[in-house]
């Protein structure tokens, strides 16, 4: 070790997942919130009962666990099981752990981080270098393959593990492995070092946290310095992949949206919020700023979800956002999540928070299966064929089929799920001086630091997002009256907030309530009810199409949810028929279309779809379909109008 | 050799792509059309000048036919140029070559099938194997990677070169080399041998037809036993590809769609019929017929292209038909064909030839640049950003780019368009006892001898597609009246037949005029003006739009052919407008709609599109886009009806 660990002890506030190192917001930590029963809350406890236990099971049995043995012990070579970036699903499954450990002090979970640091801790190389399929007796060299090796992106995974140990407990044997080997790397990359970036990036998050997390500079520095590498053709071609493919075309500092696989894009693009706000450097945060908002226009689904293609698990052009062939990879929201996050802080624009919400409820929400051991990877918006199930013992080979699976070939999402959930109460609330604000609505206490050192004791109760008023009262006040902003979702036109008997209608955005004290209670109320929404026309894809929402929550239909004569390829909506809220869906007016003469594909004549008797089907939530294998669209075509001749 | 090759000279009607071994009915011979100036001379003009010789320089340049001499020399090992599947390069050409030599006699093609036979000869093992990449002095053991090897495939290959070469010339060393090839894999592959199938077909292609042109039953036999292994799950899974990638899921002979990469479905598709009229197998060709209407109704492009997926170079589900990642590869529109002309041959309906001209027409003459030496490798139907030009002496890295390359890193469709542009003649017409059928229209003289030793001579005079005049002049009777069958194309409503002054409508699909004699003039005139085709309301990709067809070719939108102020991703057309034929082209009716307001890419309320001003812009045909970088549509939105409120 090159640098001594400075005395860090477990601060309250620091317990999450982003630390900025410059401004004054700062998120919630996990031990400053309780949830109690609700949408997120169960969310969590399955993470913690089911979802931790069972990537657990599937490490060992995989033998991705045991690759840490086999460098430990010098029993390297031969065929060693699993992808090249193994090790990454157990030092995220560590992240979880330690989160969760950190969230609720669950003593299990703390003696699993032991355990596991132990194994890994001993696969450590002499001069800090990590990884179980390089560098050892029968493996390749090291670094001899940064295109496609991921042993940066392996090792960033390594250090936010360590940053999750580091911020929920202390510095520990977790902390001690990252710091070596972040000086590991250091060492050899560093601007004396090779000149080279890594083809996932992920290093660059990993080291800014670290840095943060440990007061090293340094390791900020060679975040910055990977980051600014990156975008100059360092990287080799891939066979069929393009230098865009890991954002190697445009440097990050000039790229105007995001592009490529769509994890890769969005992981760089977290990092460089992280090392703009660290160094001040404002022309890259713009940067980032410009993509979010072309990439978000023109490149997101409705559901949050981003990457449209299967081919590179990448970006589309603007405006390609097939709901077929959506991929909206879990991870990816996972990765926006951790973009927009570390831009609200970052600036404190509410469009971020509405952004966030929108992933949680239809991407990261989505993917998990009720009982925590089966996920989605892909997230399509519209399912033509129903899938097949995948045996409770049995991976998905790939990363499609429309039905949840217990894992995959690559299993990058399971894990990143799991520290999501773990952390998510993290995402609920932030503090910036003596302002509070609540940016998720859900159950639970809030027991806040202010930067004052006083603090404020906040109540919130809500059945949101099935009903949609908010109650705040103020548990325990501050000595000086708090400002509460309360985030009013874009989607919210009609909300309303309640105060000391008087009722205000409030606009989309944030809605403050100055001077707000102990004994208060504020409501806020969200009009959750069923809406249709409309999408750009130049999304040539679901042109003509129309989708169901209610409050954040994205709805489809199923074709367990019509009568059987009903066929989603042949109903059209009626726009004009109300929409009826029904528990966590709604009952929306449909007609069948007839069925077009067979064999004539391409006609001369318009197609007369003379639509039939209106009927009234269910569309539920789309973050729990699929719990059978079913065919499913988010967009449905609207009814023709009718023509005056 | 185990077999000697029987005595075959040269048979003038035999020198076809495709004799089937039963039935009656055979496509005209390349000796028997000497076509004149038109749409096809000029394709195959420019094919015989430049793409040959361009091809054989890049094979050269890259060292794929140095591989041939390393092996001939036992200088194998180290770094070997090229993909596994080279070679099949090498033996695409020199059956392009082949029937140019058919076609025209050219010394200079029958030169260099000398000269390339020749290397590739030199480079046969003693037992028959012949591959540059497996098997010799540090190279892979043989047949060790059935999966992704493509040994078997390049062999098919081989076979199918040879085949060219006995039915254009006869038996000379190429043939020797193809059947010692053959007969190496029968020993191999054979019912007593391996029980294994090339992860990509193609040999089942070159055995069945080889078997034909030598008249060896073994070669049919063992092509049978490759199809009818196939669908069993004998080849193991590739990682994130699932079985049916390469149409292991299911056998042939049960299977109801085409699907998985759609160049091995289609090979395998082909062969399938060749196998199933050789051997008078029923059942297989019902199902083949079966996957051909499934998949041409509900996975086939309004261009004729086939594979909606980049991903896998597959084909989506029923009705996943997206314009913009329309993969609809070169080779797939070659295989369509191969499979079609098969099931002609084999049936006689005119649906398969119907289909031939669509694909002709948009597909194959799309692949080539003007010069033939660029080529588009995948054939969308939408571009969105124009492409970037690759220089003369660059290859494309990847199959897409809008633009058409020199040659790409996976090269396999220039040579696919050579050979079947050097071959095209044989799809002109059909005989079948003193039948003789017009099946595409180009000028020329088709000198066709019929089953009873006669012979008819017609002199076909038009300038379809651009005008839908077609004269058939009887020049050189038969002994016996024959009977004319001409197509009338399914798109062409309104067809008219004259003969001997009288005019009479006819119907899509064939029309027979009985006992036509010598001197007779038989006119067809087809409506080829422009007009609307609407697809099929299932085809969500491309709801609300329409397209322009004129006769069989597609016609596009490009930004260069509009005004500067119209976005093509902000216009509807007018349907009710009237269409003007312009040229090759047509002007339609088109208004421009207005922007969105920024940032709200979902929004509560219908969109408001307001189109403006109507405007008449140039719709070009399909084959032809893309002479500089541009975006384009096949399919453009319809203007909104107006409603009664």
Redesign the interface.
């Known amino acids: 070790m090159t640098t001594a660990a400075p005395p860090l002890g477990p601060d309250r506030r620091a317990a999450a997942p982003v630390v900025p190192g410059a401004g004054t917001r700062r998120g919630v930590a996990l031990p400053e919130v309780a949830l109690r029963a609700g949408f997120w809350q169960r969310l969590q406890d399955v993470n913690a009962n089911a979802t931790l236990d069972h990537c657990l099971h599937w490490m060992e049995r995989l033998g991705w666990l045991t690759n840490f043995d086999r460098v430990a012990h010098g029993t390297t070579g031969g065929e060693r099981p699993g992808w090249q970036f193994s090790d990454s699903e157990v030092y995220k499954l560590i992240e979880a752990l330690a989160w969760e450990h950190g969230r609720t002090g669950d003593p299990g979970a703390d003696r699993l981080v032991r355990a596991l640091t132990a194994r890994v801790a001993a696969a450590q190389d002499e001069d800090g270098y990590l990884n179980t399929c390089y560098g050892h007796a029968g493996q390749a060299p090291r670094y001899r393959d940064l295109e496609s090796g991921h042993e940066l992106y392996c090792t960033g995974h390594l250090l936010q593990a360590a940053v999750a140990r580091l911020r929920t407990h202390g510095p520990d044997l977790l902390v001690e492995v990252a710091h070596r080997a972040a000086d590991e790397v250091c060492r050899t990359f560093g601007a004396e070092g090779l000149d080279a970036v890594c083809g996932h990036p992920q290093i660059e998050l990993g080291l800014a946290e670290l840095g943060r997390a440990l007061g090293e500079p340094r390791y900020t520095d060679q975040a910055r310095l990977f980051v600014e590498r990156r975008g100059h053709g360092r990287l080799r071609?891939l066979?069929?992949?393009?230098p865009s493919y890991f954002q190697d075309d445009v440097p990050v500092r000039s790229a105007e949206y995001w592009r490529g696989h769509a994890v890769r894009a969005l992981y760089l693009t977290a990092a460089a919020v992280d090392v703009a706000v660290d160094t001040g450097d404002h022309e890259l945060l713009d940067a980032v700023e410009r993509q979010w908002?072309r990439s978000?226009?023109?490149r997101?689904y409705?559901t949050g979800g981003m990457g449209s293609?299967?081919?590179d698990e990448g970006f589309?052009?603007?405006?390609?956002l097939?709901?077929?062939?959506a991929y909206c990879e879990t991870c990816a929201g996972v990765a926006s999540v951790m973009v927009s996050w570390r831009l609200y802080l970052a600036t404190g624009d509410v469009k971020y928070a509405d952004l966030m919400e929108r992933t949680f409820y239809n991407v990261v929400a989505t993917s998990p299966r009720e009982d925590g051991r089966a996920f989605f990877y892909a997230n399509p918006l519209?399912q033509?064929?129903a899938g097949t199930d995948v045996p409770a013992d049995a991976e998905n080979?790939?990363?499609e089929g429309g039905v949840r699976a217990p894992w995959f070939?690559?299993s990058c999402c399971p894990t990143n799920v799991a520290r999501t959930l773990a952390s998510w109460t993290a995402y609920l609330a932030s503090v910036d001086g003596t302002e509070v604000t609540l940016l998720q609505y859900a159950s639970g206490v809030l027991s806040l630091d202010l930067a004052d050192g006083s603090r404020v004791v906040l109540d919130v109760e809500t059945s949101y997002p099935h009903a949609g008023t908010v109650a705040v009262r103020v548990v325990e006040g501050p000595d000086v009256p708090v400002d509460l902003r309360l985030r009013v979702p874009a989607?919210a036109?009609g909300a309303m907030v309640r105060r000391g008997g008087v009722a205000s209608a409030v606009e989309p955005g944030w809605t403050t309530l100055d001077g707000v004290r102990a004994g208060e209670r504020v409501d806020l109320v969200l009009p959750v009810g069923p809406?249709?929404?409309?999408?750009?026309?130049?999304?040539?894809?679901?042109?003509?199409?129309?989708?169901v929402e209610q409050g954040p929550v994205v709805l489809c239909v199923q074709d367990t949810d019509v009568p059987e004569w009903l066929d989603l390829?042949?109903l059209v909506l009626e726009?004009a028929a109300p929409l009826v809220g029904d528990g966590d869906g709604a009952l929306v007016t449909v007609r069948p279309?007839r069925t077009?003469e067979?064999?004539?594909?391409?006609?001369?004549?318009?197609?007369d779809?003379e639509p039939g008797e209106a009927v009234r089907v269910r569309f539920g939530p789309y973050h729990a379909w699929a719990k059978e294998p079913t065919t499913m669209r988010v967009f449905v075509?609207v009814a023709?109008?009718?023509?005056?001749d």
Chains 1, 2 share one sequence.
């Open positions: 071609p066979p069929l992949l393009a908002d978000v226009e023109r997101t409705i293609r299967h081919q589309g052009e603007d405006w390609e097939p709901p077929d062939r519209q033509r064929v080979p790939r990363a070939d690559v989607w036109s809406r249709l929404t409309w999408p750009d026309p130049r999304i040539d894809a679901v042109r003509g199409c129309v989708a390829d042949l726009p279309v077009p067979r064999g004539r594909t391409y006609r001369s004549a318009r197609p779809l075509p023709p109008a009718r023509d005056t």
